[in-house]
């Protein structure tokens, strides 16, 4: 299957069917013109808690709410008619107990019609997993760099490397065990994510991982250059967007102070067209 060819949304188990066959395209929405842009090359759009990031400033994911995922999970969906919607549970919302984690995962569910919710961690959350899973969500999981723990992990800094690379692998089994239909591998060495993609019998979405991996996955805003703030190694400028945005509005501005704009074409007469 690839997106090209795909009449309807696929869903969780079409994705895990994908492994080892065809490369699966992901990328992070947030807004609903995105993702129209996004929906016809997609096999999922990830509303990723990136967005409090990206679009709402924040200095990293960890103040994200419910309420903010909803919100751009909804505002996603709007846009999506071919790939699957999957959302992203925020800091705090599925840690504490399994049954928080339903609660949270429902809801999410719910309000915004996607067809999975992704979570972050390794074996240590697995219980949680099989307790997601076994009452009908399914679970992306989300290993190796994870952002969420960047105050454990010692910051942005890519993991599994050394001694560090059993634990990844361990993490890997687990959440494959505990019924997990993917699982995005981040910031991780190459030869090690290629290992988990070939061990596991779920399919790998790589973020700086390894071209081995069943699929990628980019957040939106740094491969067409729109957030600038830091770009790590891992991410591919597609395009300049922030430069070109910022050239309209400079051009904008000068136009505005020199009576330039609007002209005479932008300006209605007494007559029609009206728009
Ligand atoms: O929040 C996000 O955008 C993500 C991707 C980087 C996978 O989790």
Redesign the pocket.
Same mark, same amino acid.
């Given at each position: 299957m690839s997106a090209t060819s795909r009449k309807s949304a696929p869903l969780p188990d079409d994705i895990r069917a994908m492994k080892g066959a065809t490369p699966i395209v992901?990328l992070?929405a947030y807004t609903t013109p995105m993702a129209e842009l996004m929906d016809p090359h997609c096999d999922f759009v990830? @509303?990723? #808690?990136? @967005?409090g990031m990206?679009l709402h400033g924040l200095p990293n994911?960890l103040g994200v709410t419910m309420e903010m995922m909803i919100l751009h999970g909804q505002a996603v969906a709007r846009g999506l008619k071919t790939a699957m919607l999957v959302v #992203?549970m925020p800091f705090g919302s599925y840690e504490e107990s399994p049954a928080q984690a339903f609660r949270n995962a429902s809801r999410l569910m719910a309000e915004t019609g996607c067809a999975a919710v992704?979570l !972050?961690g390794g074996a240590h959350i697995a219980d949680t997993i099989a307790f997601l899973v076994a009452r009908g969500v399914p679970v992306m999981a989300?290993i190796g760099l994870t952002?969420q723990s960047i105050n454990t992990l010692g910051g942005y800094r890519v993991q599994g490397r050394d001694e560090g690379a059993g634990k990844v692998l361990r993490d890997a089994r687990a959440i494959a065990e505990a019924g997990a239909f993917s699982v @995005?591998l !981040?910031k991780l060495p190459a030869p090690l994510s290629d290992e988990i993609t070939r061990e596991i019998r779920i399919p790998t =979405?790589g =973020?700086g991982a390894s071209a081995g991996c069943d699929g990628q =996955?980019? @957040?939106h805003y740094d491969m067409l250059g729109l957030f600038t703030a830091f770009k790590p190694k891992f991410v591919k400028r597609y395009a300049h967007l922030g430069e070109e945005a910022e050239r309209a509005i400079a051009t904008y501005a000068e136009e505005v102070r020199a009576r330039a704009f609007p002209a005479e074409e932008h300006v209605y007469s007494n007559k029609a067209p009206n728009t």
């Amino acid at each position: 299957m690839s997106a090209t060819s795909r009449k309807s949304a696929p869903l969780p188990d079409d994705i895990r069917a994908m492994k080892g066959a065809t490369p699966i395209v992901s990328l992070t929405a947030y807004t609903t013109p995105m993702a129209e842009l996004m929906d016809p090359h997609c096999d999922f759009v990830l @509303v990723g #808690d990136s @967005v409090g990031m990206v679009l709402h400033g924040l200095p990293n994911t960890l103040g994200v709410t419910m309420e903010m995922m909803i919100l751009h999970g909804q505002a996603v969906a709007r846009g999506l008619k071919t790939a699957m919607l999957v959302v #992203d549970m925020p800091f705090g919302s599925y840690e504490e107990s399994p049954a928080q984690a339903f609660r949270n995962a429902s809801r999410l569910m719910a309000e915004t019609g996607c067809a999975a919710v992704k979570l !972050e961690g390794g074996a240590h959350i697995a219980d949680t997993i099989a307790f997601l899973v076994a009452r009908g969500v399914p679970v992306m999981a989300h290993i190796g760099l994870t952002p969420q723990s960047i105050n454990t992990l010692g910051g942005y800094r890519v993991q599994g490397r050394d001694e560090g690379a059993g634990k990844v692998l361990r993490d890997a089994r687990a959440i494959a065990e505990a019924g997990a239909f993917s699982v @995005v591998l !981040e910031k991780l060495p190459a030869p090690l994510s290629d290992e988990i993609t070939r061990e596991i019998r779920i399919p790998t =979405i790589g =973020i700086g991982a390894s071209a081995g991996c069943d699929g990628q =996955i980019l @957040v939106h805003y740094d491969m067409l250059g729109l957030f600038t703030a830091f770009k790590p190694k891992f991410v591919k400028r597609y395009a300049h967007l922030g430069e070109e945005a910022e050239r309209a509005i400079a051009t904008y501005a000068e136009e505005v102070r020199a009576r330039a704009f609007p002209a005479e074409e932008h300006v209605y007469s007494n007559k029609a067209p009206n728009t």
